[in-house]
Nanobody
């Protein structure tokens, strides 16, 4: 079992930055890939970013490429999402998720095994 707890969300003006954190506990952190997803009101949950168990491989949605950076600190059992140049359309609840295994992380939410409770990010124009 893996427990995930997100933090760092909040209200920010367009063009600003936020850093989300996701603290993991339970199974050894290096055993799984990590992803960030988001869900805006009335919309389906969508892929944002993911990285491999080692952190060597990263993947981004086209909508956030060049603005967001995903990283992990296996010693701290934490994954981060640095979000820069935020736009109002980035407003959503952001979720971190864990995918057990050492393969390439998935872009599909149904392939993730554990989820956090989410943290709200609101970007004002």
């Amino acid at each position: 079992q893996v427990q995930l707890v997100e933090s760092g969300g909040g209200l920010v003006q367009a063009g600003g930055s936020l850093r989300l954190s996701c603290a993991a506990s339970g199974r050894p952190f290096s055993n799984y890939a990590m992803g960030w997803f988001r869900q805006a009101p009335g919309k389906e949950r969508e892929f944002v970013a993911a990285l491999s168990w080692s952190g060597a491989s990263t993947y981004y949605a086209d909508s956030v490429k060049g603005r967001f950076t995903i990283s992990r600190d296996n010693a701290k059992n934490t994954v981060y999402l640095q979000m820069n140049s935020l736009k109002p359309e980035d407003t959503a609840v952001y979720y971190c998720a864990a995918e057990i295994g050492h393969g390439s992380p998935s872009h599909y939410s149904y392939e993730y095994d554990y989820w956090g409770q989410g943290t709200q990010v609101t970007v004002s124009s």
